[in-house]
């Protein structure tokens, strides 16, 4: 499953960012979802599942939410950790969204 959403995400990703204009509008949606996300939390604590890009930054990859047992950081250290399995050559983390 997780399998299959990466690559989803990927082939429309692909798509969107083919055209600059819209890769500036992904850019202005994501910065208003981060915005969004940090003073309105869907439950007790959100996470950001990151991977460090080549510029040496941390990039918010999925927004995890909404996971009641076990919690929301429980549920993205298993996505860092098939992440890390699958690409080992790669940094991944999560952090607090809000």
Do not use: H
Request: proline share 3%; net charge negative.
């Amino acid at each position: 499953m997780v399998k299959l959403m990466a690559i989803g995400s990927l082939v429309i990703s692909g798509l969107w960012l083919s055209d600059s204009s819209n890769a500036q509008e992904l850019e202005a949606s994501i910065e208003g979802l981060v915005s969004y996300v940090e003073d309105n939390p869907i439950g007790d604590q959100d996470y950001w599942f990151q991977m460090l890009n080549i510029a040496n930054q941390w990039d918010n990859m999925i927004l995890v939410f909404g996971y009641g047992l076990g919690g929301d950081n429980a549920a993205c250290e298993a996505i860092a950790g098939f992440a890390r399995e699958n690409n080992p050559s790669r940094e991944f983390r999560c952090v607090p969204a809000n």
